[in-house]
């Protein structure tokens, strides 16, 4: 079961009234439970094994939370500063660092940022939606690839207040 079958499942229970549903099939099972919070997780039958915890999309938000496949080599992962603020998509769509193909990218790491800078454009329905900082600070981190597709509050920078 691949994971548009999955978000299909979610969308079909979300308009039912059931409470929990198991399929299961050559490649893995499926749970998908309806609570507070409904939450779906799949674990695939072989090999490296790969867990997706789904969160059933509200009115206001979706996530996707894929655990990576089970191996033997550490997986790096960057540390977390306390000082740190993520500025997440308000939207899905696809995420641009530039104004077009020509043009240099808003922001890098480095770049100083105030409230009202755009810093990337996410293009949703054929709108171009310029992204604007709210606040000041430095950009630390890029969380997210040019032309790439993106969730709703999905971390895309990460910025040192200033």
């Not at 867990?51 to 033997?72: C, G, H, K, M, Q």
């Not at 790439?148 to 971390?155: G, L, R, T």
Request: net charge negative.
């Amino acid at each position: 079961m691949d994971l548009k079958q999955i978000h299909e499942l979610i969308k079909l229970i979300n308009k039912s009234n059931i409470g929990e549903i198991s399929i299961e099939d050559k490649d893995g099972k499926v749970t998908i439970k309806q609570k507070d919070e409904p939450i779906v997780s799949y674990q695939q039958a072989a090999p490296p094994q790969q867990v997706y915890n789904v969160v059933a999309p509200t009115p206001s938000a979706s996530a996707i939370e894929v655990t990576a496949p089970l191996s033997s080599a550490p997986v790096a992962q960057t540390p977390k500063a306390d000082n740190l603020i993520t500025i997440k998509s308000p939207m899905i769509g696809t995420f641009y660092r530039r104004p077009s193909p020509d043009k240099p990218n808003f922001t890098e790491i480095g770049t100083e940022i105030t409230p009202g800078k755009v810093l990337c454009i996410i293009e949703a329905m054929k709108l171009f939606n310029e992204i604007e900082s709210e606040i000041s600070g430095t950009v630390v981190k890029i969380l997210v690839e040019d032309n790439s597709p993106v969730e709703y509050d999905q971390p895309l920078y990460l910025v040192e207040p200033s």
